[in-house]
């Protein structure tokens, strides 16, 4: 048996509540394609409604005990699923370059970025502090305590199928709260598979419930209208987390809301080139460009357009498009054939207004859903590729003429997630990252995803924050006491 299918084969396939596997309610399965050949993988256990009320059943059973749980123990689960995670980095990274695509490179770096989740959260989980103030007025106390929110349902998107789940049920386990997670239909092998690692860790049953699904509709609407739940937290696009707003304020659950981007990259004509274009290939190519922090429109000063583009572009064409799993691939497919197609489509709608195709330009013939990485020059302000999320390796780059004009094109979008910034000008890095409007900023750099940090978008792309200290905070509530002394 190739490693293919032996880690395949050993991936649980199944639904998980109160710490056992089981089939889906009315015994039914959906298929896990290969985005590489466009062929099945395996079934999975297709969750219906009753298996997601049992999984909201395990988790309301479970909360009492684990928020009891003493945070060292719940700091140590983590650590050692970190530890897991790490000594099993090479078949899980293969597991997940065979259901999303990305090369076997990608999928072991985000291996790494996922239990990095777990390390940070580990330490996270024994600094769950209060507060004892002396009321101004003098005689009384002000007592304020963290507590875990409760039951919580995490969504989790296909681009990202490991981090995207340890960023939430990380710092979800560290606070002492029970879930549900939603792993997506197109990529669940991988979440499956942590789960095993998670009950390996000492993961008591019912704390982490796991219903894959065909439809999201089946098993997350019923969950969303049952009062016992307390949290949701949403990584995906903002039309569907704009639907879970409007469910969530029926029980007004806490909400965490990680959406879409169009991510500016700036470079000004004082910036490093060399600098520049590294940044742009990480911040561009990394997940084959299916990522939300992904650089969506370049905007170059007119000086350096030229010398930029082609440098891009001469980057960009050299890269080994090909099956994730083939040694040496640096571009693997996209998901399916749905993105192939509107990537083409937003291609075809640049260069219909105008747009120079410099490298790339087309979807490869041929079996899987491969797209050459490409770059666009002259691209017309009209174009959709620089308002619309393009989820694939292609780079519009136009040209602007002043500071203000950068800053006012780079904020000309619903969405606010991150921004590159490309000066050596540490006045001008200062006064331009001030003024984007965004969660985060890469100031010469194209990478900004860090366990350690606080992930997380404004306007259309959510609120929320995911990493860093600020990510416990999604998982807690405070409560105050006030203290009587006479
Ligand atoms: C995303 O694409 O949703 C997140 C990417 C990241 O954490 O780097």
């Not at 990537?343 to 491969?370: C, I, M, N, P, Q």
Request: hydrophobic share 40%; charged share 20%; with cysteine.
């Amino acid at each position: 048996m190739s490693d293919q299918s032996a880690v395949v084969k050993a991936a649980p396939k199944g639904i998980y509540v109160a710490g056992e596997w089981r089939d889906a309610s009315g015994g039914g399965s959906f298929a896990v394609e290969d985005p590489g050949t466009g062929k099945p993988l395996c079934e999975v256990a297709d969750g219906q409604a009753d298996d997601a009320r049992s999984a909201l059943d395990a988790a309301v059973d479970a909360q009492a005990d684990w928020a009891a749980t003493p945070p060292r123990e719940r700091a140590e689960i983590l650590r050692r699923a970190w530890q897991l995670m790490t000594d099993r980095a090479d078949d899980l990274a293969l597991l997940m370059t065979l259901e999303m695509g990305k090369s076997r490179a990608e999928s072991k770096s985000e291996v790494t970025y996922a239990a990095e989740f777990f390390r940070w959260f580990s330490e996270e989980a024994v600094r769950i502090e209060g507060r004892y103030a002396q009321n101004p007025a003098g005689g009384s106390r002000l007592l304020t305590m963290k507590q875990p929110v409760g039951p919580c349902l995490l969504i989790t998107p296909w681009n990202f199928p490991l981090a995207m789940g340890t960023r939430k049920i990380g710092p979800a386990i560290a606070a002492g709260c029970t879930m549900i997670v939603k792993p997506a239909q197109l990529t669940p092998l991988s979440m499956l598979q942590l789960t095993d690692v998670l009950a390996e860790a000492g993961l008591p049953p019912g704390v982490l419930n796991v219903v894959p699904s065909s439809s999201a509709a089946k098993t997350v609407g019923p969950l969303m209208s049952d009062p016992r739940l307390r949290k949701v937290s949403f990584t995906g696009s903002t039309p569907v987390g704009k639907s879970l707003m409007e469910q969530a304020s029926k029980n007004l659950l806490r909400v965490s809301m990680e959406l879409g981007g169009n991510a500016p990259f700036l470079v000004f004509g004082d910036a490093d080139i060399d600098a520049a274009v590294e940044g742009a290939v990480v911040a561009k190519m990394r997940n084959n460009g299916e990522s939300c922090v992904a650089a969506n429109r370049f905007h170059v000063a007119g000086e350096v357009a030229v010398e930029f583009t082609a440098r891009l572009a001469e980057r960009l064409g050299a890269m080994k498009v090909g099956h994730g799993a083939e040694e040496g691939t640096q571009v693997g497919p996209l998901i399916d054939a749905d993105q192939r197609d509107k990537v083409g489509e937003l291609v075809d709608d640049a260069v219909g207004k105008g747009a120079r195709v410099v490298t790339g330009g087309s979807a490869v013939e041929g079996d899987g859903y491969f797209f050459t990485p490409t770059v666009l020059s002259n691209v017309p302000r009209e174009a959709r590729i620089l308002t619309e999320e393009v989820f694939g390796p292609v780079a519009p780059v136009t040209a602007f003429g002043s500071e203000e004009e950068a800053l006012a094109l780079a904020n000309n979008t619903e969405f606010g997630l991150v921004a590159y910034v490309f000066t050596q000008d540490l006045r001008r890095a200062l006064r331009v990252a001030e003024g984007l409007q965004t969660g985060m900023v890469g100031l010469n750099t194209g990478l900004v995803s860090n366990a350690a940090a606080p992930f997380g978008g404004v306007k259309a792309s959510g609120f929320g924050r995911e990493g860093g200290t600020e990510g416990i905070e999604e998982y807690l509530s405070t409560k105050y006491v006030a203290v009587s002394l006479s």
